[in-house]
């Protein structure tokens, strides 16, 4: 299905639904509301999956990798290679995220979006390339239009394909050295802000470094006109895996998945899909605040409470992952424990 298509098609959660979670951890054996967030996101999700007693039956995470032209300007402390590297890190098992997700029982599924190197051939990569890497978006725009289209495609299609698999909760995820420059650029477009709140060290920049890369977005910004309209923000700014990610929330919220949002690149992402459709929110769940300078600026702008905040900044889907066990204790909690009138008490009696 064209993504297009389907963003038309995504409503806001049913307060019916909500009420009715509600109802029943209202009369739990506990007092109402003790345990917090916890119901919160048990809430949410019963309203996502439209099942009054849901059980999660299938974890994945999804690490969209890409490179970025804009590393031209000497904004990453990393050089390029290293994505292509990292990806078959990925694919050997040896990263953070597959640690992680083996700990949580998740599957990863390593997307091949935009990576400049050659990765063909390669067991386990879904090939998904676009092109090999954005073009320098200080000096023009990051990829055509109809790339940006073709790229949110490609994650739209793999929450599809999650949802005919039986997967029930899929995690952003991401990898691409220079990534965090389109990021900023793309939140500070959208949420609207000055490049100055949303732009941090990266991979480990000086405070040198920190300023020269927010130099460099504020001229792209004004280069490009400061656009404000979701895909032209994402086509002319943006980075191909911010697009996948942008794809897969909006994938998410269309089939009804439990989607965890990773960290500040992947919430450009999901501020993309917001943005081009602002139901989407509803089916999002934003697993932890990164330390990344920008990411503690876009959660309280666009009013999200994360789960976790443990000063991570790494990516690939390892905040998601990590709040994974969190998100099921939360179903756990709504399902399985005994209600007042099971246990033949009156609450305040």
Same mark, same amino acid.
């Given at each position: 299905m064209d993504w297009q298509e389907a963003l038309k098609g995504i409503k806001p959660l049913s307060k019916e639904w909500f009420e009715r979670a509600w109802e029943r951890l209202d009369n739990l054996t506990k007092p109402r509301k003790s @345990? #917090?967030?916890?119901e919160e996101i048990a809430v949410r999700m019963v309203a996502i999956l439209e099942d009054p007693f849901p059980s999660i039956r299938g974890k994945a995470v999804y690490v969209f990798a890409a490179d970025h032209g804009i590393v031209e300007e000497g904004v990453s402390a990393y050089p390029q290679e290293v994505t292509l590297l990292m990806v078959k890190n990925f694919l050997a098992g040896g990263a953070a995220i597959n640690v992680l997700a083996r700990h949580v029982g998740a599957n990863v599924e390593v997307v091949d979006i935009g990576v400049k190197g050659d990765l063909e051939g390669l067991p386990g990569l879904r090939h998904k390339k676009i092109r090999k890497g954005t073009e320098n978006f200080s000096k023009g725009p990051a990829m055509t239009r109809e790339e940006a289209i073709q790229a949110i495609q490609v994650g739209f299609d793999l929450a599809c394909e999650a949802k005919e698999k039986g997967v029930q909760v899929i995690a952003t995820g991401e990898m691409g050295i220079g990534n965090t420059t389109p990021a900023s650029a793309v939140i500070a477009s959208l949420l609207p802000c000055d490049p100055s709140e949303v732009t941090g060290k990266g991979t480990g920049l000086t405070q040198e470094g920190i300023i020269h890369k927010t130099d460099v977005i504020k001229r792209a910004l004004e280069f490009h006109g400061r656009p404000t309209d979701p895909l032209t923000v994402l086509h002319r700014l943006g980075g191909l895996e911010i697009a996948g =990610?942008? #794809?897969l929330c909006i994938g998410g919220a269309y089939n +009804? @998945? =439990? &989607?965890?949002?990773? #960290?500040f690149i992947s919430s450009a992402g999901a501020l993309l899909a917001m943005r081009l459709n602002p139901a989407i929110k509803d089916y999002l769940i934003f697993s932890h605040c990164s330390s990344e300078k920008g990411h503690r600026v876009f959660l309280d702008k666009e009013g999200q409470r994360p =789960? @976790?905040?443990?000063?991570? +900044? @790494?990516?690939? #889907? &390892?905040g998601a992952a990590l709040s994974m066990p969190i998100v099921e204790g939360a179903l756990r909690i709504y399902r399985e424990m005994a209600t007042f009138e099971e246990m033949g008490i009156t609450p305040g009696a």
């Open positions: @345990l #917090g967030m916890l =990610i942008c #794809g +009804r @998945l =439990i &989607t965890l949002v990773d #960290g =789960i @976790l905040d443990m000063d991570m +900044r @790494l990516g690939e #889907g &390892t």
